[in-house]
Every structure is written in structure tokens, then in C-alpha cells.
């Protein structure tokens, strides 16, 4: 009887890679690198995302104005380092739209650099830049400058050379974008639309194209205007370095700057408490979609609990807070809804003197829409880049009643 055949072991082959371990004992912590102080960071991506007609590209306009001139961000704080910008655009022309722009929101022009196309080092031949083959030709030409500070492309789903549906698509290509950013220590901020019938989403999946977008970015900003006026908000929707609430108001004003040339710029207004969710809502949702929304159900709440007559305020906060309520929703919600925040007491020295909200006397029981003329509170205090904010008038914030 034959022995069976002894088989036969295949030889490990020595491979030309191997897993690279780091002990995190080893590694040196550093703090993030802002441009933008919890908005825009140095090396990272983030996504402004937004309807048609909310300003998107002015906005962004506004925002290189500030880091070119050392102006200041639209939260009122002051750009101490001020750099140079660069401008990819496939939808906007540079001599009628973006340089107009620039000089309106008064921009150091020196400090930004429009990418208009790529050229041939050997014929002298010129093409169209296309951002998602041509990626790897701004490294050289970022050095040559001096180096870049904010990278600009609108609209950021060019840069996918693929199905911008499709999250391996997106992921590819926003790589080489992500690898621009970490090795010039570059913001790069990406523009985009809301996809069609999102409204109910949350406002970070809004973004259109495969979720890839929202997921690689550090932070995603969204903005959103109000119909049938000029009321702008610039919201957090997402964050993985910073927090990720509050926003600010804007608006976008046309202006002339002689010789037929007509531009438009933005202005900012004030700040803004809440999360993306509400703070979008306060301009997406009117009348009867209130009900629908943290922010609406914020409003009914301070109606049904004000129709009696003045409550204090410590009263609403612990009743909105049973209610699952946050407080920066209803601060929001009083606004909206026109309730007057007053003191009581204390003239005699009979009785403590207390914050107490009340509805207006008229119109108390009426369901206003939000940022009406009564109630227009995102337009106040307006201000370009370059001026110090005008403080906010005193609110009950501000006491210790709160």
C-alpha cells in the first residue's frame, strides 16, 4: 500500500509593507489650527452647504475679504494672521463676478489668487484647470506664492471625478483635497447645494451627493434664507474639532462700484443661539409647519404658557425644561413669537424685583410667522466685516435671574 503524499507547504513571501504601530505615548498632542476661531480650521475640510439663493459664494467672498485684509470674522473677532486665498469657481466668471465681489467686500486683491486654468511648462498651451485630475498641480504653484491660507472651490462635487453618489467616488477623490489641506496647512472650504425634498432631514445630511461629503469634513456650515425677505442665517450643522451650535445672521446687499459695475456683498448681523436644526427652521418653517419643528413646538409652548398673563422667568425655565425644552430654543421661540421680557417689583420694596415674559397686547393670540416686521430680530446690528459689532441690547440674559 502506498504512503499518501505529504503536502506541500507554501513558504511565507517577505512582503514589502508591514503595519506601522505608534504607541500614543509617543505622539505629541497640538491643538487644532484655526483661521476662523471654531469655524474654519488650518488643514481641514469643511463644507458650506445651502438652498439656491442663500448667498453661499458671497458669503465665502466676505469670509477671504477678512483673512486678506485682517477685517474681522463674522463673529466679531479679529483676524490676527492674515493670508493669502485661493478661488477655484466653474460657475462664477473672475472679471464680472468674483473681482467685483472681492473689491466690494473689500479684500486685499494682492493676497488672492483666482485658478483659472493649467499651462503647458514646455509649449506655452492652456487649458481649464479641472480639479479632479488636476489636483496635484497647486502644490507648486501654492509654494510659489508664498504659501495659502484658505482654498476656495465652488462647487466643491466638481473635484469627483466618479458618481458624486456614490461614497467610494467621493472618498477618492476628496482624498487628494484632504492631503492638500494637512501638508500646507491650508482651510479648504467647499461649496454645495442642499439636495431636493431634504427638508425634514437633519441639516448636516442635507448636503447633496453620497453622505461621504459630510462624513469627511471636519465641519459642515449651512445657510438658508427666509422667502420673501433678506433675512440670511449661517449655521454649525456639524463638528468633529469644535462645538457645533450657534450661527449668525447676514444679509446680502447689492452695491455699485462705478464704471456700470453693479456686485453684491454681505453683512453680518448678530449672533445666534441653538442648533442648525432650529436656527435653519426659524427661516425654512413659517405658519403651519411650526408644529413640525423643536422650534415651533417652542412657540406653541410660550403662547399656551403667556396667554394668562405674565409668568416669571424662572418659572418658564423649569416648566420648558419638564417640557424637554432647551433653553436657547425658547430664548429663540420668544423672539419669534413677540413676547416682552419685563420687570416686576420692587418699586415700594413690598416685593422682590423679577424677570417676567409676556405676550404683546395685541396680536397675543395670533401664530406670527417668523422674522416678521414685529419680529425681525436676525437683522439687527448689523455690521460689515471691518467694524466692531454694536453690542446687543440688554436682555434678561444678563441678570441673575437667569
Request: proline share 5%; with cysteine; hydrophobic share 40%.
Amino acid at each position: 500500500m502506498s504512503a499518501e503524499p505529504v503536502p506541500l507547504i507554501k513558504q511565507p513571501v517577505s512582503a514589502k509593507w508591514r503595519a506601522e504601530l505608534t504607541p500614543a505615548s509617543a505622539i505629541t498632542p497640538v491643538p487644532i489650527n484655526w483661521l476662523w476661531p471654531s469655524w474654519l480650521a488650518r488643514g481641514k475640510l469643511t463644507v458650506l452647504a445651502g438652498a439656491g439663493g442663500s448667498g453661499k459664494t458671497t458669503l465665502a467672498i466676505g469670509l477671504i475679504s477678512t483673512l486678506t485684509s485682517g477685517g474681522r470674522w463674522p463673529d466679531g473677532e479679529i483676524c490676527r494672521d492674515r493670508g493669502n486665498a485661493l478661488i477655484w469657481s466653474s460657475e462664477d466668471d473672475a472679471a464680472d463676478t468674483l473681482v467685483p465681489r472681492l473689491i466690494a467686500a473689500g479684500a486685499d486683491l494682492s493676497r488672492v489668487h483666482i485658478i483659472q486654468g493649467r499651462m503647458n511648462a514646455a509649449s506655452g498651451e492652456r487649458e481649464p484647470f479641472d480639479p479632479a485630475t488636476d489636483f496635484d498641480l497647486l502644490k507648486e504653484a501654492v509654494t510659489e506664492i508664498g504659501g495659502a491660507s484658505l482654498l476656495l472651490l465652488d462647487p466643491v462635487v466638481n473635484v469627483v471625478k466618479g458618481d458624486m453618489h456614490r461614497a467610494n467616488d467621493v472618498r477618492r477623490a476628496l482624498q487628494a483635497v484632504i492631503d492638500f489641506a494637512e501638508a500646507h496647512g491650508c482651510a479648504v472650504l467647499g461649496i454645495t447645494h442642499f439636495s431636493k425634498g431634504s427638508g425634514a432631514s437633519s441639516p448636516a445630511d442635507r448636503v447633496i451627493g453620497s453622505q461621504a461629503f459630510g462624513a469627511l469634513a471636519r465641519a459642515v456650515l449651512v445657510a438658508a434664507k427666509q422667502e420673501e425677505t433678506e433675512t440670511r442665517v449661517l449655521a454649525r450643522a456639524k463638528s468633529n474639532i469644535s462645538d457645533d451650535q450657534g450661527g449668525v445672521a447676514y444679509v446680502v446687499e447689492p452695491c455699485s462700484l462705478g464704471n456700470g459695475i453693479e456686485t453684491t456683498r454681505v453683512l453680518w448681523g448678530e449672533r445666534i443661539e441653538g442648533s442648525a436644526r432650529d436656527i435653519l427652521a426659524s427661516v425654512e418653517h413659517t405658519g403651519d409647519d411650526d408644529h413640525r419643528t423643536e422650534h415651533g413646538e417652542a412657540c406653541n409652548f410660550l403662547r399656551d404658557i403667556l396667554q394668562r398673563g405674565p409668568v416669571p422667568t424662572r418659572q418658564i425655565k423649569s416648566e420648558a425644561s419638564d417640557a424637554g425644552l432647551s433653553w436657547a430654543t425658547i430664548r429663540r421661540a420668544q423672539k419669534t413669537i413677540g413676547a416682552e421680557a419685563i420687570k416686576e417689583g420692587g418699586r415700594l420694596g413690598d416685593k422682590k424685583q423679577q424677570w417676567v415674559w409676556q405676550l404683546p397686547a395685541q396680536g397675543a393670540h395670533e401664530n406670527q410667522k417668523v422674522l416678521t416686521k414685529n419680529s425681525e430680530h436676525l437683522l439687527e446690528n448689523v455690521n460689515t466685516f471691518c467694524d466692531q459689532p454694536t453690542p446687543p441690547p440688554f436682555d434678561e440674559s444678563d441678570s441673575e435671574e437667569l
